[in-house]
């Protein structure tokens, strides 16, 4: 049965796999060496999750989802949907006013860029712009979330109350190695989250909860969409099927900690995590002059021979549709005609002219013959 990986749930998890691509230029905006760039970026990660916690622990949602996620300065960054150096510079230049209002006080602030920058041996100065761009980034992420998912501040608190049973997995590789589930896999390559933030923005960590077995969870706390099942799954494995649309339960993977009632926003936006990490947003084309729309989930046809067959009639239609198309007022053809025709005209003009002058200044022959005669009386 295939399943659907629970840590797309994750802030942690989905902005270290989402910022993958900007380590050369955010090494490039630092003037620093990729060591470098990857250790500010994972460690900035974390700190900016544990802030943000504090953030709704203390302000609540209301606040995150109006003051932080709908801050102007988000607004702006979210015309460049791409990760690019003109994404970089702006987030490098509203940097500063974002992670003032993120982090609590100066001094959580000079802290955070403290510990940076001694684990990445750079001088606190060198860390504070790129973590106040890193804040921005971050946030700029979350906000497309939960626009995208159309979560309000209900749904944000109860997102943001999940996230402990994340950072508190245990990702090494001996956890590894004893996976019983394929799509483990995923979870352990991110670096384990250093709870040692939390004292220092001040995110009181709630005590961890013993969770349920697989065996003594109930049905409704392991259903989270429907797939079609997958030949590789154990004769064994007791399989749940919708007779009306001949398809599997689509199921969290095994994992500890996890836990997951089913809800429906929670399928949508880990279905729109799943495709917004699928997409190459490391751009250094021009941002399209639209923003890219939302990504639409359908919860009904999700048959995989379905989706194959939407799949091979978007990709015969793709084809069809030229690469590239140039406007026509760049057209090298089109420019020369209007300048050989402007030309032609501009020359006719002229003529027209030059003729009218001369039979301005040449009198008629009846004129001549009313001169003559005059004179000769």
């Known amino acids: 049965m295939t399943a659907l990986v629970p840590t797309r749930l994750s802030l942690y998890d989905f902005l270290v796999k989402d910022t993958l691509p900007i380590d050369a230029i955010f090494a490039d905006l630092g003037t620093i060496s990729l060591p470098q760039a990857r ?3 994972e460690q900035g990660i974390q700190a900016v999750i544990s802030a943000l916690l504090a953030y709704n622990q203390l302000q609540g ?4 989802l109006k003051k932080l996620l709908n801050r102007s300065q988000i607004k702006e960054l979210r015309k460049y949907n791409a990760f690019n150096f003109r994404t970089m510079q702006s987030a490098l230049q509203h940097g500063q006013n974002v992670s003032e209002a993120l982090f609590s006080s100066s001094d959580i602030q000079r802290a955070v860029c403290h510990k940076l920058a001694e684990q990445a041996q750079l001088k606190p100065g060198q860390a504070r712009p790129l973590l106040s761009a890193l804040s921005v980034l971050c946030l700029r992420e979350i906000a497309i979330l939960a626009d995208f998912a159309h979560l309000d501040a209900a749904d944000l608190d109860q997102w943001f109350k999940q996230q402990p049973q994340f950072l508190w997995l245990k990702r090494d590789q001996a956890a590894l190695a004893s996976a019983q589930h394929i799509c483990d896999t995923y979870a352990y390559q991110i670096p384990d989250f250093d709870p040692d933030w939390h004292s220092i923005t001040g995110y009181k960590l709630p005590a961890a909860t013993p969770t349920l077995s697989l065996d003594q969870m109930p049905h409704y706390a392991k259903v989270i969409g429907r797939t079609t099942q997958l030949s590789a799954v154990p004769s064994n494995e007791p399989l749940i099927v919708d007779t009306a649309n001949k398809s599997d339960i689509l199921t969290f993977c095994a994992m500890d900690n996890i836990a997951l009632p089913y809800q429906r926003w929670m399928l949508q936006l880990a279905k729109i995590s799943e495709i917004y990490l699928s997409r190459n ?8 002059i639209q923003p890219p729309s939302r990504p639409f989930v359908n919860f009904i046809f999700m048959d995989k021979e379905k989706e194959e067959k939407a799949f091979a009639f978007a990709s015969a239609s793709n084809s069809t549709e030229p690469t590239s198309s140039t406007a026509f007022w760049k057209n090298p053809v089109i420019i020369l005609l209007v300048i050989v025709i402007g030309g032609l005209g501009l020359m006719a ?14 009198p008629s022959p009846s004129t001549q013959i009313q001169v003559r005669d005059t004179t000769a009386h």
């Open 39 to 41: 250790i500010i970026i």
């Open 61 to 64: 949602a209301d606040a995150v």
């Open 281 to 288: 947003r490391l751009k250094i084309a021009p941002e399209p």
């Open 349 to 362: 003009v002229g003529k027209y002219q030059y003729k009218k002058s001369k039979m301005m200044q040449t």
